[in-house]
């Protein structure tokens, strides 16, 4: 009886990981805004980060969670090529952004289009230029917007070899 009732919880956390038909689907969409509900929902799905453990601390990183979700969508077929900005230098202001660009073919076109996402959610809103604190802030990954972007992909892979 526990066994089926413990299958019976974890059965919906394995039926959304990184699904390849459901991003087939999107993919082949006559509509952008459905590869935009993917990623929003692999972001959402993803957004704890890994912890890294020092002598003096914690930490949290999002790189690798960038990594494996760009390196699935490369492994896609019908999707050309896909970066992120790792390469490029940012400031160093909590909480950053990381943008995710991706280039495929659809209806015998080729679009490429970036995700932002931002790297920790902050404890405070905004009433009227008053920020109070409402809760702690996470170390958590937070889709912002889509936006065309042409050569984006290119662009990355050039700011990696110039290092």
């Avoid at 969670?65 to 490369?74: G, K, P, Q, Y």
């Avoid at 492994?75 to 952004?97: E, F, M, N, S, T």
Wanted: hydrophobic residues 35%; positive net charge.
């Amino acid at each position: 009886m526990r066994f089926v009732l413990f299958t019976l919880l974890l059965l919906p956390a394995t039926l959304h990981a990184q699904d390849a038909e459901r991003f087939q689907r999107a993919l082949n969409a006559k509509s952008e805004k459905a590869m935009d509900r993917w990623m929003k929902h692999e972001i959402h799905r993803a957004r704890q980060g890994h912890l890294v453990t020092t002598a003096s601390g914690s930490y949290t990183v999002h790189d690798p969670t960038h990594d494996s979700l760009v390196a699935f969508l490369r492994r896609q077929p019908g999707v050309l090529d896909a970066a992120w900005d790792r390469c490029v230098d940012k400031i160093d202001i909590w909480p950053g952004h990381s943008t995710i660009g991706m280039r495929w073919h659809s209806g015998g076109q080729v679009i490429e289009r970036c995700w932002v996402v931002q790297e920790g959610i902050p404890g405070t809103i905004n009433l009227f230029g008053w920020r109070p604190r409402v809760r702690k802030s996470r170390e958590q990954l937070r889709y912002k917007n889509a936006r065309e972007c042409p050569g984006f992909v290119e662009q990355q892979r050039k700011y990696c070899e110039g290092r």
